[in-house]
C-alpha cells in the first residue's frame, strides 16, 4: 500500500488560511469517509485533529477543517496562528491494508 | 485523565528481539481496539498493528508482517509488541494509540497517543 501525497511544506501569515491536501486512491480516500488528521509538534506525540473527514474532536479549535472530494482529502487551518507551526499527516482506511499515512506536511507559520 | 505509557525500547542488534509494552489508564480497556504506529528518524508516521478489544481482529503492516506479534492483556490493562528477525530499518519510535472509534473492530482513527519509546536496531 503506497503512501498518501502530502505537499512537503506548507507556510502562511498569521491570520491567513491554509489547506494542506492528501491525496490518495479509489482504494483508501476515495472508498471510505475514514480520513483522520493529526497535528505533531517537534519532540511530541501525534495529537488527533479531525477525524472520519470532518469531525473535530473535543478541545480541537474551530479553525480547524476537514473535507473530502473524490481521491483528495484536505485540511484547513483558518486563522493562522504561531502554534499552528508544526508538522500534519493525513491518514486513511485502505480496506485489506487496513492503514496508510500520508508522508506529512510541515505547516511553517511565517 | 486517559494516559498511554509505552516501555521496553532500547538497542538492539540485527536479527535480534524486542517486546514493547503499553500502559493504558483513565478508561476502560478491555472495550477499545488499540495500535502501534511508529516513526523513523525524520520520517512520517507509518501504521504498524492493531488489535480489536478482545483480541479476536488482528491486523499487521506488510512490513512487519511473520515478524512482529500484537497482543493485549485486558486484566493487566496492557497493550504488547513482540518484535523478532529485528531489522535496521525497524528503528523507529513506537508509539501506543489507542482507537478513536469504541464501536469499531478496524482501525479508524488514533486518540490518544503514548509519548513512544525508541528502538535502534544496529550493530
Known amino acids: 500500500q503506497s503512501a498518501l501525497t502530502q505537499p512537503a511544506s506548507v507556510s502562511g501569515s498569521p491570520g491567513q488560511s491554509i489547506t494542506i491536501s492528501c491525496t490518495g486512491t479509489?482504494?483508501?480516500?476515495?472508498?471510505?469517509?475514514?480520513v483522520s488528521w493529526y497535528q505533531q509538534h517537534p519532540g511530541k506525540a501525534p495529537k488527533l485533529m479531525i477525524y472520519?473527514?470532518?469531525k473535530r474532536p473535543s478541545g480541537v479549535s474551530n479553525r480547524f477543517s476537514g473535507s473530502k472530494s473524490g481521491n483528495t482529502a484536505s485540511l484547513t487551518i483558518s486563522g493562522l496562528q504561531a502554534e499552528d507551526e508544526a508538522d500534519y499527516y493525513c491518514?486513511?482506511?485502505?480496506?485489506?491494508?487496513?492503514?496508510?499515512f500520508g508522508g506529512g506536511t510541515k505547516l511553517t507559520v511565517l | 485523565e486517559v494516559q498511554l505509557v509505552e516501555s521496553g525500547g532500547g538497542l538492539v542488534k540485527p536479527g535480534g528481539s524486542l517486546r514493547l509494552s503499553c500502559a493504558a489508564s483513565?478508561?476502560?480497556?478491555?472495550?477499545?481496539?488499540m495500535n502501534w504506529v511508529r516513526q523513523a528518524p525524520g520520517k512520517g508516521l507509518e501504521w504498524v498493528s492493531s488489535?480489536?478489544?478482545?483480541?479476536?481482529?488482528?491486523y499487521y503492516a506488510d512490513s512487519v508482517k511473520g515478524r512482529f506479534t500484537i497482543s493485549r492483556d485486558n486484566a493487566k490493562n496492557s497493550l504488547y509488541l513482540q518484535m523478532n528477525s529485528l531489522r535496521a530499518e525497524d528503528t523507529a519510535v513506537y508509539y501506543c494509540?489507542?482507537?478513536?472509534?469504541?464501536?469499531?473492530?478496524?482501525?479508524?482513527?488514533?486518540?490518544?497517543w503514548g509519548q513512544g519509546t525508541l528502538v535502534t536496531v544496529s550493530s
Open positions: 494509540a489507542r482507537e478513536g472509534d469504541q464501536t469499531t473492530v478496524i482501525p479508524n482513527w488514533f486518540d490518544p
Open positions: 483513565g478508561f476502560t480497556f478491555s472495550s477499545y481496539s
Open positions: 488489535i480489536s478489544s478482545s483480541s479476536s481482529y488482528i
Open positions: 479509489s482504494s483508501d480516500v476515495g472508498s471510505y469517509n475514514l
Open positions: 472520519e473527514g470532518s
Open positions: 491518514c486513511s482506511y485502505a480496506g485489506s491494508s487496513p492503514v496508510v
